[in-house]
């Protein structure tokens, strides 16, 4: 699991020994802000309502933040090895434009709750259409 922010920057030496990455974006988004999901549901909705935040970000991916590190440690992922699997794992794997963003940096899978599974799987086909 890629669940902190050294972790996407040295995805490169981990990807020596990993077949596969699995980025836990929830913790990562945790890291990435210094704050806890379960402390911000008290305040994050007021900072969406006064356009501080255009989504939650522990709802939606936070794309230019925490999908750039990412996307750093799906580079330094690959460039160590090729073939290694990519994906995420928690709620933003069920969430739509995250879904989208998943499959336009390359990942091979998302992992979300069940109830979430049909939006994940609808998302991933509208991505692949607007290719």
Same mark, same amino acid.
């Given at each position: 699991m890629?669940?902190?922010?050294?972790?996407?920057?040295t995805?490169?030496?981990?990807?020596?020994?990993?077949?596969f990455f699995?980025?836990?974006?929830?913790?990562?988004t945790q890291t990435?802000?210094?704050l806890?999901?379960?402390?911000?549901?008290?305040?994050?909705p007021f900072?969406v309502?006064k356009?501080?935040?255009k989504?939650d970000?522990?709802?939606?991916l936070?794309?230019?933040?925490?999908?750039?590190?990412? $996307?750093i440690g799906?580079?330094k992922?690959r460039?160590t090895r090729?073939?290694i $699997?990519?994906?995420?794992?928690?709620?933003?794997?069920?969430?739509a434009t995250s879904?989208?963003?998943?499959?336009?940096?390359?990942?091979?899978?998302?992992?979300?709750?069940?109830?979430?599974?049909?939006?994940?799987?609808?998302?991933?086909?509208?991505?692949v259409?607007k290719e």
């Open positions: 890629i669940e902190l922010t050294r972790a996407a920057l995805a490169d030496a981990i990807a020596k020994e990993a077949e699995s980025f836990g974006t929830n913790d990562l990435t802000y210094g806890s999901c379960d402390d911000a549901g008290n305040f994050l900072y309502d356009g501080i935040y989504k970000p522990f709802v939606a936070d794309q230019s933040g925490v999908g750039q590190l990412v $996307k799906i580079e992922g460039s090729p073939d $699997k990519l994906g995420i794992c928690g709620e933003h794997g069920g969430e879904v989208e963003f998943c499959h336009n940096v390359g990942m091979d899978y998302v992992s979300c709750s069940p109830f979430r599974v049909p939006i994940a799987r609808l998302a991933a086909a509208q991505a259409l």
